[in-house]
């Protein structure tokens, strides 16, 4: 069958799921019940997948990831491992299929991670690994009998007990700080050989730079993997590839040469040796200047020489390439305007074939050397599921969150308008679930993060909590948003807070004139940058009567060497020393807080190193001192993603009873603690 025919079919074929046409309705509580299904790995003939599945322990309010498999044909889904003290991840079959590895903290809850060993097929799991300083990463050699790891240094000299006070922290780095890390000084992440039998460990690449996302050629001689070299690599964001023999004291050899970003671990894809082991497949950044604002290309380098081609250089971002098993094309996902689809790009002519279409998100692959695909991806309806890519369309193989379709959801209508100066945004509106045509009802504009990111088609609980609650949900992708090209992302380029801000605005703009968004009754929120273009937001326009500034931050001054982004802000903004001005400019909602009016409710996590709480309490001090109604909450314990479920639920009950308080004053009574005001 031709190409178009075969598109034409998986585009008019969704999964086979029922439609929600129950009568429930979603909400904060149902948050825990959410299942997220990641990580697939196929077994070597193929007839099996397994992966990961995160649920919520409600008694240690914890997220779970736990280990499940199922066939290629959909039967014999069932649990690996369910252990509530651990965290089983990462699994990956052994070349011979008996076996399957995983990355866990089994050993305690404050010991590190580590690869253990399952029997595939029954049997007790067995630590394969014994690394004080815990392993991040890992990869099988082809003849199983070696894995490849990315391995901590230890945080003390071996035999050194645990001291019971901690002792300073003491850095001279660069970048001294990362969520979720911590404070950083001279341990790095390093790449080791480690024979499976014995446990025996062999470091490959000692030295002040860290090492990442290793791969093992088809013939078992060689490891790729990721680092950033140079006289000091925390201050440029110059990924390469390396390659290097699986033997202690073997040189590295430089693959990859181009000035900027090749295979940036932040995309979350690893690179991809051809069957043959002549070429590597990875994904290529722009060059330093412009950091993540250009598109993620999808590169191939010969092993050899070095050459790298860019199959199909279109202006879009690519992640997970992997080849087809004659090596004659690459499947790949590509992001478009409020989607990301599957496709296969055909080597090296480049002719880009697609291959999933429509409303949908799709966010990893896996290819079985048979040459099977299964698509991990979800939709406005659906969260993440596993399905088979077959001829006839996506077959689905698993259904952890059926229990949605007990639901009555609300749908998410795409649309289109102008800005101020007649540019195209694309967002989406979502009704509340009692809508009555002619009646306007109180709306929230929802802003994304990034702010090179975007709204797509993927499931999204809170627009259908607000939704159930009885809101107008507004979704804007102003410039800076990924999905529309190069052009359109570095629009706010060491300018934030002034075209994107006109975009958002439109977007409101755009429900009004509609007839569906009630003027009077407006709210505005979000999360990271969208916590920062809140601010933005509120320091422009005073017709907003609630707002939720979420791990934002206002006064970019203050922040400066506060947060773990100094690398990028010194590219992109300079230091402030040689551009106080422009400093100044982007702090606006700090420095001109007296034109904010719009009560606000600013939160963040006590831990987050990414956007510090700073900005959030910055925003809430200048707030209350002009006695503008706010509210400062603090998740204990959290980093700049929160995980505990009750504080997840906590952040749900909050935002809408904030909103309930402020654009539904009438109906809803108010709530202790959000009365405002000195």
Avoid at 338 to 343: D, E, F, W
């Amino acid at each position: 069958m031709r190409a178009a025919g075969i598109a034409a079919l998986l585009a008019a074929a969704a999964l086979a799921v029922p439609s929600s046409a129950g009568e429930a309705r979603f909400g904060p509580a149902d948050l825990a019940r959410l299942a997220d299904v990641a990580e697939p790995d196929f077994s070597p003939d193929g007839e099996w997948i397994v992966y990961s599945v995160t649920t919520t322990n409600a008694e240690a309010d914890k997220p779970q990831a736990d280990l499940w498999r199922v066939r290629y044909d959909g039967s014999a889904l069932e649990p690996l491992t369910h252990t509530p003290e651990a965290d089983e991840t990462r699994p990956q079959w052994s070349p011979d299929g008996r076996s399957i590895a995983f990355l866990a903290d089994r050993d305690g809850a404050d010991a590190p991670k580590q690869v253990w060993l399952l029997p595939a097929f029954g049997g007790e799991a067995r630590r394969l690994t014994d690394f004080p300083g815990g392993v991040e990463d890992y990869a099988w050699a082809p003849d199983g009998r070696r894995l490849a790891v990315i391995a901590w240094d230890p945080e003390r000299p071996a035999g050194a007990p645990k001291p019971h006070v901690p002792p300073p922290i003491v850095t001279e780095r660069y970048q001294f700080k990362e969520d979720m890390t911590g404070y950083l000084g001279a341990r790095r992440k390093h790449l080791y050989v480690v024979d499976v039998a014995s446990g025996r460990a062999e470091l490959l690449t000692p030295g002040a730079h860290d090492e990442q996302l290793p791969v093992w050629s088809p013939d078992g001689r060689t490891i790729a993997y990721v680092t950033k070299r140079g006289a000091d690599p925390d201050r440029h964001t110059n990924f390469d590839l390396y390659l290097i023999e699986p033997r202690a004291g073997a040189p590295e050899r430089q693959l990859t040469r181009f000035e900027g970003a090749d295979l940036d671990p932040y995309w979350e894809t690893r690179p991809a040796w051809s069957p043959d082991g002549r070429r590597i497949a990875y994904l290529q950044g722009g060059v330093d200047h412009w950091l993540y604002y250009a598109p993620w290309q999808l590169a191939v380098v010969e092993v050899d020489s070095g050459a790298t081609t860019l199959p199909a250089p279109i202006d879009r971002c690519f992640t997970k390439p992997h080849w087809t098993p004659d090596g004659r094309s690459l499947y790949v996902l590509i992001e478009d305007s409020r989607v990301t689809h599957l496709a296969r790009v055909g080597w090296p002519d480049g002719r880009v074939t697609p291959l999933t279409a429509g409303a949908r998100f799709d966010v990893d692959i896996a290819v079985a050397r048979n040459g099977r695909v299964v698509l991990l991806g979800g939709d406005d309806a659906h969260p993440y599921e596993l399905a088979a890519v077959e001829r006839r369309g996506l077959r689905r193989l698993t259904a952890h969150n059926d229990w949605l379709a007990a639901y009555r959801l609300a749908p998410v209508e795409d649309i289109s308008f102008r800005s101020a100066d007649g540019t195209r945004i694309d967002g989406f509106l979502v009704r509340p679930l009692d809508y009555q045509p002619g009646r306007r009802y109180p709306t929230i504009l929802r802003l994304h993060g990034g702010p090179v990111y975007q709204f797509s088609h993927e499931f999204m609980p809170d627009w259908q909590a607000y939704a159930a609650a009885g809101f107008v949900v507004i979704a804007a992708n102003p410039r800076g948003s990924s999905g529309r090209g190069f052009d359109f992302a570095r629009a706010i380029y060491a300018d934030w807070g002034r075209l994107d801000v006109q975009d958002v605005l439109a977007a409101v703009d755009h429900a009004v004139a509609s007839g569906v968004a009630d003027p009077a009754r407006l709210g505005v929120g979000g999360h990271s940058y969208g916590g920062i273009l809140t601010n933005y937001v509120i320091a422009t326009d005073s017709r907003f009567r609630a707002a939720v500034s979420g791990a934002g931050s206002a006064d970019a001054l203050a922040m400066y060497g506060h947060d773990e982004y100094t690398r990028e802000v010194e590219i992109e903004l300079g230091t402030p020393w040689q551009n106080a001005a422009l400093y100044e400019r982007l702090s606006y909602p700090f420095l001109h807080a007296d034109r904010i009016a719009t009560p606000t409710l600013y939160y963040c996590g006590e831990l987050d190193f990414n956007v510090p709480c700073l900005g959030a309490e910055q925003m809430y001090q200048a707030l209350r001192s002009r006695g503008v109604a706010t509210q400062l909450v603090i998740y204990p314990a959290e980093y700049h993603t929160l995980t505990a479920p009750s504080h997840l639920r906590d952040r749900m009950e909050r935002l809408l009873g904030w909103y309930r308080h402020f654009l539904l004053p009438a109906a809803v009574p108010a709530e202790d603690g959000l009365q405002g005001g000195n």
